[in-house]
């Protein structure tokens, strides 16, 4: 079987007539293939992709003598949930030096500085500390790092955000305490360092919570940022509903806190009365005494003296002022407004937790 212009079939022994060219200008076409023969170009030159197979091929030409030039069709916004998150993916990244960040091995990057000083300001560094820090990225929190210790030792996988790395780096008096690890953490063997802060890659967490609690010598701490799952998964105690062989090993092993448990404290406590000010959510009696239950205990631990006249209203009230949310309500923060708050309270050493 063959075909002629215009897609219908004809007995092989038919011989094969050219196209007229037709009255709008049109372009004749070629004859098509036989059976298994590869079509290097498409009539006209209109379809640049290599066909193959006669059948395909008379499609393609009944589509053309009836319309012209065949069009591939555009995709609509909206019709692929994966081609957007990519578009949006991108967009949001062009801040990062045009780098598309690898998903599929949990890459992602912390932008909030407020967030990044808090993790920093948990770890208490000495300037004698060596420091590792795993996925760094593009360097927002290793910067932080490398101003507070003596060394940090950062593991990356893949070699343009070590790049990246490098770059925001060169040419400072920090880049002579930065050193670079490339390649898989999981795989290689740790260095001694006295501390651990990270934003780690989704995929690893688990893997590397038992890497790390198995690596000798010992640290004194580890500070990780984890998915809210997993970092609850880590402190359940027996009987809750998450507790398993992670829990249990984990705590076998070292003492886990929940840090970032302030957030939760202080977004209850604001959204309790919504459209309420946050200077009258902060009037309650319960909220006042937790507060000052907080703070007393942060007073000692610090071996700060608390003043006989001391009143925890007009403390709260002090912050409330100079961070500019007295008169604020919770309806209309958004996220960074809330974490301005957040560290407001504990830069003062009142905690919700």
Known sequence: MTTIPGGHWAPRSVPFREAEPRANGGRPHSPPPRDGEWCRHFPGGKFPRVVRGVRLWSSLISKTCRTGPVVMPKIKPGTSGRRRDRLEQSRELKSAGGLMFNTGIGQHILKNPLIVN?????AALRPTDVVLEVGPGTGNMTVKLLEKAKKVIACELDPRLVAEL???????PLASKLQVLVGDV?????????????????????PFVFKLLLHRPFFRCAILMFQREFALRLVAKPGDKLYCRLSINTQLLARVDHLMKEWDGLVRITFVRKNKTLSAAFKSSAVQQLLEKNYRIHCSLHNIIIPEDFSIADKIQQILTSTGFSDKRARSMDIDDFIRLLHGF???GIHFS
Not at 118 to 122: A, P, V
């Open 118 to 122: 808090s993790i920093i300001d948990k």
């Open 166 to 172: 490098h770059k925001r780096v060169q040419g400072t």
């Open 186 to 206: 999981l795989k290689t063997d740790l260095p001694f360092f006295d501390a651990c802060v990270a934003n780690l890659p989704y995929q690893i967490s688990s």
């Open 346 to 348: 504990n830069a003062e």
